[in-house]
Each structure stands twice: as C-alpha cells, then as structure tokens.
C-alpha cells in the first residue's frame, strides 16, 4: 500500500487549492482515507477524512465549511478542495490511512501548502 499526494503550492490568501490523494493498494472501500496537516512548531491534527464505502466524513467540519473532501473510487482518489485559504492553513499535508487508527498506520509523503498574506 502506498499514498501519492499531489497539488500543493503557494497561493495568495483567499485562493484555493486542490490537493489530491492516490491511495495505491487500499482496494477495500471501508478504508477511511484523508488529510492531516502539520504546520512549523505546531502538533499534527486531523483536517478531514472520508470512509469511501459511504461518504461517511470524520473531522468534518474542523474548517468551517472551507475544505471539502470527496472521492472517486473508481481511481481510488481522494480529493481535498480548500477555498478561502488563510495564511494559518500554511502547512505540510499529508494523506493518511485509515483515519480511524491514532495515528493512522500509512501516511503519504506529504505536500507543503503555503498562503501568503
């Protein structure tokens, strides 16, 4: 099993980004995959994760309607949309599997999103 993200950058405040999640290996839909973030001196935290079977959302609603996350099982992608970024969501993300596990027992390489203001 392997976890390829893909899609950060350095974007304005206010932009969006779309980061993207291919989970290689993870054929069970039950699996529940998503996204964690780490900024500099910070701890880790969940920022949203989906259980692919269902749709079923864990950590939700930690950005207040800001990021949304959605996948395509058919090429076994998860996908995180974040509108309106702040320069407070600069951080490395990481995709993680299975969410439910602390912490997660697979984790991706991680992408560095950076907002300026």
């Known amino acids: 099993e392997q976890l390829v993200e893909s899609g950060g950058g350095l974007v304005q405040a206010g932009g969006s980004l779309r980061l993207s999640c291919v989970a290689y290996?993870?054929?069970?839909?039950?699996?529940?995959i998503g996204w964690f973030r780490q900024a500099p001196g910070k701890d880790r935290e969940g920022v949203s994760c989906?259980?692919?079977?269902?749709?079923?959302?864990y950590f939700g609603d930690s950005n207040k309607g800001r990021f949304t996350i959605s996948s395509d099982n058919a090429k076994n992608t998860v996908y995180l949309q974040m509108n309106n970024l702040k320069p407070e969501d600069t951080a490395v993300y990481y995709c993680?599997?299975?969410?439910?596990?602390?912490?997660?027992?697979?984790w991706g390489q991680g992408t560095q999103v950076t907002v300026s203001s």
């Open positions: 989906i259980r692919r079977s269902d749709g079923r959302l």
């Open positions: 290996g993870f054929v069970a839909e039950d699996y529940v």
């Open positions: 993680a599997a299975d969410c439910r596990g602390d912490p997660p027992d697979y």
